[in-house]
């Protein structure tokens, strides 16, 4: 099965940083990550170890943040589709990494990607959340200037989310996510489930 990673304009922009870092220290990093996926609520690096790091690849704690961040939305996203490391390679490539990071991606993937499928396996919690209700609505925001006065739409969504409990899995974690989003905003979004239902129609 084909990685299920979206290039987006973010992943685009951490990838012009990862490739900044030297292609053996940037290997490490890599290893860390997958040995340390699975633990979702952990960081992969301690404050100390983040200092080191953004000293050695003179990045910000932002900018560190968005590469480790890359690496594990990757990586996370190869195990789920089972993906093979040439296709990894291949996909990211497309997103801006470049070819030698591409290749350490791929290289890293191959040597440990059975035990970090594994380990996500184990550490499941039950199962993935899930989405179990939906509620929007439209609200406009008024703006008055000197100038003009203006009116911008906004759509809040309201999501209901259940993440199922790991000591009983007839019992959910019920959570509430909110999201608002501009006309534009919206419509970005909506292109992006076009994009990934296509991905879906694809592989299915």
């Known amino acids: 099965m084909a990685a299920l990673i979206v290039t987006t304009t973010k992943f685009v922009e951490s990838a012009t940083l990862l490739n900044?870092?030297?292609?053996?220290?940037?290997?490490?990093?890599?290893?860390r990550?997958?040995?340390?996926?699975?633990?979702?609520n952990a960081s992969f690096f301690n404050e100390t170890e983040a200092a080191q790091l953004q000293k050695l690849f003179s990045l910000t704690p932002s900018e560190?943040?968005?590469?480790?961040?890359?690496?594990?939305?990757?990586?996370?996203n190869a195990a789920y589709a089972t993906?093979?490391?040439?296709?990894?390679?291949?996909k990211?490539?497309?997103?801006?990494?470049?070819?030698?990071?591409?290749?350490?991606?791929?290289?890293?993937?191959a040597e440990e990607?059975?035990?970090?499928?594994?380990r996500l396996k184990e550490h499941a919690m039950g199962g993935p959340t899930?989405?179990?209700?939906?509620?929007?609505?439209?609200?406009?925001?008024?703006?008055q200037s000197n100038l003009a006065r203006t009116q911008d739409a906004v759509a809040r969504f309201e999501l209901t989310l259940d993440k199922p409990n790991a000591d009983n899995n007839n019992s959910n974690n019920e959570e509430t996510l909110g999201l608002e989003f501009s006309h534009s905003e919206l419509?970005?979004?909506?292109?992006?489930?076009?994009?990934?239902?296509?991905?879906?129609?694809?592989?299915?």
């Open 92 to 109: 990211i490539i497309t997103g801006g990494v470049d070819e030698k990071h591409g290749e350490a991606f791929m290289t890293a993937w």
């Open 187 to 204: 419509y970005d979004f909506f292109c992006k489930l076009e994009t990934i239902q296509s991905q879906l129609d694809s592989v299915s």
């Open 83 to 90: 993906t093979k490391p040439p296709a990894l390679k291949a």
């Open 113 to 118: 990607a059975g035990g970090v499928v594994n």
């Open 130 to 143: 899930v989405l179990n209700g939906t509620e929007w609505g439209l609200s406009v925001n008024v703006a």
């Open 33 to 40: 990550v997958l040995l340390n996926l699975h633990q979702r």
């Open 64 to 76: 560190l943040k968005s590469v480790l961040g890359l690496v594990a939305y990757v990586y996370e």
């Open 20 to 31: 900044k870092i030297p292609i053996p220290k940037f290997s490490l990093v890599l290893k």
